[in-house]
């Protein structure tokens, strides 16, 4: 909670202070980079930091946060907070990296504001600073202990045994401990992050979902991204042109918030795209579980032969007992034609939803179960990079 002073600062301030966010990340970004270009190394995605989707994510976190602090100051936004913390245990944040965090966002914030960035107002949001980095380092302390890992010792080598092309641009992985050692656990919707040694010596680290597992192998599909220009896609491209079967990868501890809630009640899983992967993981454990739980698997795509993973979630849905598929493709057959449309669907009220693809597809097919009466709160969405939803509201 923000002391009373403090809170009075920071709502006089929001306005002009959230103004300024976008400038204030953009310098953060480029000097602390720049001093620290080890940080790029395993650390920073540099295709967000090209695009500038990073610091937009960044600075929607940063305006929610102190929003709720200030207007609802007896709440803590634990799911923004869960999904931030789940990303940076899948990269091995530690403690000290606040610190160096610190330091940068701050002299961003004084030198873009100004005269504006008094005293006061820098101490007040000092203080929204710290009790957003004492919170996830909370957070993740704890998902580090549940784990048995440390900030520092996320990374495992996983040999690749098996390579599976879905699509011409998605291929599935299978993995199994280089080092002899078990495979963690992790539950279905969750993902681990694969970090690569590009071309130019950097390492850079991106998110799959876990789609499947068998004793100790785990199973991810990449979708190639194709893109105009590096560093956009350089690592699904490297994955796609050079990983086969006995090559090691580097592989984080399982994380991620979004996961399938155990219980009766029915489930509603929808996605669009590469966003079928975390609703593979889902539909497997309900299969392997034999759930007689209600489950609509809806997937939007271009087409049929772009659908990664589409007789595959065919069978598993065929093995749920009151389990029901449904396709759209925006071309060709196979499917309902358009975009994802659940006007005539039977959506339960008291179901689960779980939404997976582009943002506006999103946005959209929540709408729709809301207004089909699925409360708000029982809606929950996985996005890869940084969570652009929240930057935008």
């Known amino acids: 909670m923000l002391s009373t002073e403090s809170a009075a600062t920071v709502r006089a301030t929001i306005p002009a202070v959230a103004g300024a966010l976008d400038a204030i990340t953009a310098r ?9 270009p080890e940080l790029l190394d395993g650390m920073f995605n540099r295709g967000n930091q090209a695009s500038g989707e990073q610091r937009r994510a960044l600075a929607g976190s940063i305006a929610a946060f102190a929003t709720l602090l200030v207007d609802h100051p007896d709440e803590r936004p634990d799911a923004m907070l869960a999904r931030i913390a789940h990303k940076h245990v899948s990269l091995g944040v530690t ?7 610190h330091k940068y ?15 006061d107002v820098v101490a007040a949001w000092d203080e929204v600073y710290w009790l957003m980095a004492g919170a996830l380092i909370a957070l993740e302390a704890r998902l580090y202990a549940e784990s048995g890992i440390t900030g520092g010792d996320v990374w495992r080598p996983w040999r690749v045994v ?14 199994e401990p280089a080092d002899g050692g078990p495979a963690p656990a992790f539950l279905p919707g969750q993902y681990v992050s694969v970090r690569v040694r590009l071309a130019d010596g950097v390492r850079q680290s991106r998110q799959y979902s876990l789609i499947g597992a068998a004793d100790d192998r785990r199973r991810i599909t990449v979708k190639r991204l194709r893109a105009d220009a590096a560093p956009a896609g350089e690592v699904s491209t490297h994955l796609h042109e050079r ?3 006995g090559d090691v990868l580097m592989v984080s501890a399982p994380a991620g918030d979004v996961a399938l809630s155990e219980g009766e009640h029915p489930v509603v ?12 993981g889902m539909l497997q454990h309900l299969a392997d579980q034999g759930s007689t739980r209600p489950v609509l698997a809806l997937h939007a795509d271009r087409a049929a032969q772009d659908h990664a993973h589409r ?19 925006e071309s060709g057959a196979g499917g309902r034609t358009g975009r994802m449309d659940l006007a005539g669907l039977d959506i339960p009220e008291n179901a689960e939803a779980y939404l997976c693809g582009p943002l506006p597809f999103m946005r959209e097919v929540r709408a729709q179960l809301i207004g089909a009466g699925v409360p708000p709160r029982r809606v929950h969405y996985e996005v890869f990079g940084p969570d652009l939803w929240l930057a935008a509201d």
Do not use: K, N
């Open 28 to 36: 953060f970004y480029l000097t602390m980079l720049g001093e620290r």
């Open 243 to 245: 990983t086969r079967p």
């Open 105 to 119: 966002l701050f002299d961003a914030i004084a030198h873009t504001l100004g005269e504006a960035a008094t005293p």
């Open 311 to 329: 007789e595959e979630a065919a069978a598993l849905v065929e093995r749920l007992p009151r389990g029901h598929r449904h396709t759209w493709y």
């Open 162 to 175: 098996e390579r599976d092309e879905q699509t011409p641009d998605t291929a599935s992985f299978t993995l």
């Open 95 to 101: 403690e000290d990296q606040y610190v160096i965090v």
């Open 269 to 280: 899983l929808a996605s669009a795209g590469i966003g079928c992967t975390p609703m593979m």
